[in-house]
């Protein structure tokens, strides 16, 4: 029924070489914002000061739209890329358990290619739209990654509507978010730290995301991943925009190593692309 789960350890050693016990706990509690003290021989971007978070934010942790008992949990991480485009893999996408998509990633127009089920939004502030539920079901869990401490500063504004400070992010996040508070949540900062110790580079949302999606899922398939050709640098580089790699030139994004470490994952059989690719 699930046989992602028995390559699961082969893959840790092999691209990790490390051991990392699987973790199924995603989100944040207040009890962990100790954790600054601790991470300090990571590079300072990645760090958060939790005391911005008031001591009555009562965030829930629990992952509520979809039981934990679940034997074998069957998930799909929809990337943004252009590969996922005439795939017509959205009634595919909308059979998973849990449909991961990311930043501000359209969906309606775009249905039978991505889909219309969104189980979580992984995003951070500048990729948040003003009006989530455009593109997101009523239930969809808003998971917020603190990539700095100013994410977690505008998180805190958005839930109280204090008054916002727009300093501190490389393009301006919403300053009307309208967002049912009760599915929101934000990701553990385990994650980051996982990704980033083991490759040192900036993560995309979607390389984290499929990095989540190993801990808490049995089987993990994948869509929407890839960069246009170097053949073809007209090619844009999302499903929904025309931007092309030009846009990635000051990127801090390593993409070659990402690309690496997916198609060793696939290799592996820890994961699987729904599509054809590179
Ligand atoms: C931080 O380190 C202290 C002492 O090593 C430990 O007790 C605590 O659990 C750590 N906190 C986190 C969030 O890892
Ligand atoms: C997805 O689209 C189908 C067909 O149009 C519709 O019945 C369903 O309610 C939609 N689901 C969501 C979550 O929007
Ligand atoms: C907010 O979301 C919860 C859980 O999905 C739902 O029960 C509740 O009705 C929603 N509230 C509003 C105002 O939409
Ligand atoms: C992208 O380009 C196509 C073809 O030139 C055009 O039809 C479309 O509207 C453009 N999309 C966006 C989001 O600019």
Not at 1 to 15: D, H, N, Q
Not at 31 to 56: I, M, T, V
Not at 71 to 91: E, P, Y
């Given at each position: 029924m699930c046989p992602v789960t028995k390559v699961f350890s082969f893959f840790l050693i092999l691209l990790f070489s490390s051991r990392i016990k699987r973790r199924t706990k995603l989100f944040l509690k207040?009890?962990?914002?100790?954790?600054r003290r601790n991470a300090?021989?990571?590079?300072?971007?990645y760090l958060f000061d939790?005391?911005?978070?008031?001591?009555?934010?009562?965030?829930?942790?629990?992952?509520?739209?979809?039981?934990?008992?679940?034997?074998c949990k069957m998930c799909v991480v929809v990337g943004n890329?252009?590969?996922?485009?005439?795939?017509?893999l959205g009634s595919a996408i909308n059979k998973y358990d849990v449909v991961i998509r990311l930043n501000n990633a359209p969906v309606p127009g775009y249905e039978e290619d991505v889909?219309?089920?969104?189980t979580m939004r992984i995003f951070y502030p500048e990729s948040?739209?003003?009006?989530?539920r455009l593109h997101n079901d009523e239930d969809t869990l808003m998971v917020m990654v603190p990539?700095?401490?100013?994410d977690l500063r505008w998180l805190k504004e958005m839930l109280y509507d204090e008054k916002r400070d727009?300093?501190?992010?490389w393009k301006p996040p919403p300053l009307i978010w309208l967002v049912n508070r009760s599915n929101v949540r934000v990701l553990d900062p385990h994650f980051m730290h996982q990704t980033v110790k083991q490759m040192p580079f900036q993560p995309t949302t979607g390389f984290l995301a499929v990095f989540v999606a190993l801990n808490y899922c049995d089987v993990v398939h994948i869509a929407g991943f890839g960069y246009p050709?170097?053949?073809?640098?007209?090619?844009?580089?999302?499903?929904?925009?025309?931007?092309?790699m030009k846009a990635m030139k000051?990127?801090?994004?390593?993409i070659n190593h990402e690309a690496q470490a997916l198609k060793r994952l696939e290799e592996v059989g820890a994961l699987m692309y729904l599509h054809p690719h590179l």
């Amino acid at each position: 029924m699930c046989p992602v789960t028995k390559v699961f350890s082969f893959f840790l050693i092999l691209l990790f070489s490390s051991r990392i016990k699987r973790r199924t706990k995603l989100f944040l509690k207040l009890e962990d914002f100790l954790w600054r003290r601790n991470a300090s021989k990571l590079p300072s971007q990645y760090l958060f000061d939790g005391s911005l978070l008031p001591r009555n934010l009562n965030m829930p942790t629990s992952f509520f739209p979809f039981p934990h008992s679940l034997k074998c949990k069957m998930c799909v991480v929809v990337g943004n890329s252009f590969a996922i485009k005439k795939t017509s893999l959205g009634s595919a996408i909308n059979k998973y358990d849990v449909v991961i998509r990311l930043n501000n990633a359209p969906v309606p127009g775009y249905e039978e290619d991505v889909g219309n089920k969104t189980t979580m939004r992984i995003f951070y502030p500048e990729s948040a739209i003003s009006n989530p539920r455009l593109h997101n079901d009523e239930d969809t869990l808003m998971v917020m990654v603190p990539f700095k401490p100013h994410d977690l500063r505008w998180l805190k504004e958005m839930l109280y509507d204090e008054k916002r400070d727009r300093r501190g992010f490389w393009k301006p996040p919403p300053l009307i978010w309208l967002v049912n508070r009760s599915n929101v949540r934000v990701l553990d900062p385990h994650f980051m730290h996982q990704t980033v110790k083991q490759m040192p580079f900036q993560p995309t949302t979607g390389f984290l995301a499929v990095f989540v999606a190993l801990n808490y899922c049995d089987v993990v398939h994948i869509a929407g991943f890839g960069y246009p050709p170097k053949s073809d640098q007209q090619q844009p580089i999302h499903y929904f925009e025309n931007n092309t790699m030009k846009a990635m030139k000051s990127s801090p994004h390593d993409i070659n190593h990402e690309a690496q470490a997916l198609k060793r994952l696939e290799e592996v059989g820890a994961l699987m692309y729904l599509h054809p690719h590179l």
